[in-house]
């Protein structure tokens, strides 16, 4: 699934060459790993941000790798940056393949996360691209180094698996803990303006997109007081990814083998 949206408040297509436009066009894409889990996929939603020619992707999937470079490259953009928002326990990244076919791409994690990547992201840091501005936000919780991604530009914040549309991720392995997510979530993500859009690593019901608000006001895990999310995480009973033998020491090298 590829979804094209454009950012707001940016000057009119008209204006635009054929080039720029296709660039545009692709300041914003929204691409799906598999529509289940059961039907091979992981579920996983990757984004590619892009302004001025250059572009960011987030959590790139190693299956999509192909998908990727032609969606970089039917737009005439150039990969600068491939991000994971966490150490992925459900499939391995693509960044080691993106890089591996990139050469100069470099990789971006959270120090927190302890694995190896080329750009180690703190709370407070930004990434550029063009003239566009990421804030890294440090959501700890389902891992204890996950970020999110705050685009003021296109007013929408990138969870991964911090925030799921009416869900979150689940705190029962890589250092979970779901008093740490429910104070990421509440302290970090519910401060934003409740306009902003929610875009998820993953959504299991076919669902793009949420808002700060819509979360705040219904999502029926992250509505409830601290101790009764508490005991419903603890009883989740979620069976594990079924690639994280294969995912986790990957992602680790962030997918370079
Ligand atoms: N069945 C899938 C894994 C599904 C799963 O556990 N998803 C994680 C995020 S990926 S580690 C999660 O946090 N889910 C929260 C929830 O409430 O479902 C597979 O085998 O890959």
Same mark, same amino acid.
């Given at each position: 699934?590829?979804?094209?949206?454009?950012?707001?408040?940016?000057?009119?297509?008209?204006?635009?060459?054929?080039?720029?436009?296709?660039?545009?066009?692709?300041? =914003?894409l929204?691409? =799906?790993?598999?529509?289940?889990?059961?039907?091979g996929?992981?579920?996983?939603?990757?984004?590619i !941000?892009?302004?001025?020619?250059? @572009?960011?992707?987030?959590?790139?999937?190693?299956?999509?790798?192909?998908?990727?470079?032609?969606?970089?490259?039917?737009?005439?953009?150039?990969?600068?940056?491939?991000?994971?928002?966490?150490?992925?326990?459900?499939?391995?990244?693509?960044?080691?393949? !993106?890089?591996?076919?990139?050469?100069?791409?470099?990789?971006?994690?959270?120090?927190?996360?302890?694995?190896?990547?080329?750009?180690?992201l703190?709370?407070?840091?930004?990434?550029? =691209?063009?003239?566009?501005?990421?804030?890294?936000?440090?959501?700890?919780?389902?891992?204890?180094?996950?970020l999110? =991604?705050?685009?003021?530009?296109?007013?929408?914040?990138?969870?991964?698996?911090? !925030?799921?549309?009416?869900?979150?991720g689940?705190?029962?392995?890589?250092?979970?803990?779901?008093?740490?997510?429910?104070?990421?979530?509440?302290?970090?993500?519910?401060?934003?303006?409740?306009?902003?859009?929610?875009?998820? @690593?993953?959504?299991?019901?076919?669902?793009?997109?949420?808002?700060?608000?819509?979360?705040? @006001?219904?999502?029926?895990?992250?509505?409830?007081? !601290?101790?009764?999310?508490?005991?419903?995480?603890?009883?989740?009973?979620?069976?594990?990814?079924?690639?994280?033998?294969?995912?986790?020491? @990957?992602?680790?090298?962030?997918?370079?083998?």
């Amino acid at each position: 699934m590829l979804t094209r949206c454009t950012a707001r408040g940016l000057p009119s297509a008209r204006s635009l060459s054929a080039v720029a436009e296709r660039r545009r066009a692709a300041e =914003f894409l929204q691409l =799906f790993d598999g529509d289940a889990p059961d039907g091979g996929g992981s579920s996983t939603y990757t984004y590619i !941000l892009a302004d001025g020619g250059a @572009a960011v992707i987030i959590d790139p999937v190693l299956e999509q790798v192909d998908r990727d470079l032609a969606a970089l490259s039917a737009s005439g953009l150039t990969l600068t940056l491939a991000v994971n928002t966490h150490c992925h326990a459900d499939h391995i990244t693509g960044t080691g393949e !993106l890089k591996r076919r990139l050469p100069g791409l470099r990789s971006a994690i959270a120090r927190a996360a302890g694995a190896k990547a080329d750009v180690l992201l703190e709370a407070g840091e930004e990434i550029g =691209f063009g003239q566009r501005r990421l804030r890294v936000l440090e959501t700890p919780g389902h891992t204890d180094g996950c970020l999110s =991604f705050y685009d003021p530009s296109l007013g929408a914040v990138f969870t991964g698996d911090a !925030l799921l549309i009416g869900g979150c991720g689940r705190t029962d392995f890589q250092g979970g803990s779901s008093e740490r997510l429910y104070r990421s979530v509440h302290e970090q993500l519910f401060t934003l303006p409740d306009e902003t859009t929610v875009y998820p @690593a993953h959504d299991y019901k076919g669902r793009r997109s949420s808002t700060i608000g819509a979360e705040k @006001a219904s999502n029926p895990r992250l509505t409830k007081p !601290l101790a009764e999310f508490v005991d419903l995480m603890a009883n989740l009973n979620l069976p594990y990814p079924r690639k994280i033998d294969a995912s986790l020491p @990957a992602n680790l090298a962030c997918g370079v083998f």
